[in-house]
């Protein structure tokens, strides 16, 4: 954390690294069928988040995957709905509208959200 705040003071580009091996793509792990998370999240063997960076440093990051978990992505990200929703995205909306026909429940790059 102190070297953070050095950065932050020196006004460098900083940013912080963490590598997890704690999501389902470990052999022999559940691979829980009917999640709203992308099939190719679900089975990435490392979980990496890196925070804070400029977008040309981001975008380096996302081209590791092709997935980004929703409660850990950037505020602006290109390609959010592919990234987070993947082939899932069409029927958690149909779900969407089905339990929230008026709209009421959002959030910035939810199911349903139509900001890019």
């Given at each position: 954390l102190a070297s953070m705040k050095e950065?932050?003071?020196a006004s460098s580009v900083c940013?912080?690294?963490?590598?997890?091996q704690d999501i389902t793509g470990n052999v022999?792990?559940?691979q829980a069928a009917g999640t709203a998370?992308?099939?190719n999240f679900r089975t990435a063997l490392y979980h990496?988040?890196?925070t804070p960076a400029p977008p040309s440093v981001a975008d380096a990051y996302y081209q590791l995957g092709s997935n980004s978990y929703f409660s850990e992505s950037a505020y602006e990200m290109s390609g959010w709905q592919d990234r987070y929703w993947g082939d899932h995205a069409d029927?958690?909306?149909?779900i969407k509208q089905r339990w929230d026909p008026s709209?009421?429940?959002?959030c910035r790059?939810?199911?349903?959200d139509t900001s890019s």
């Open positions: 950065c932050v003071t940013t912080q690294n963490q590598i997890y022999g792990a559940t998370i992308s099939d990496v988040v890196f029927t958690l909306l149909s709209g009421v429940f959002g790059h939810c199911v349903g």
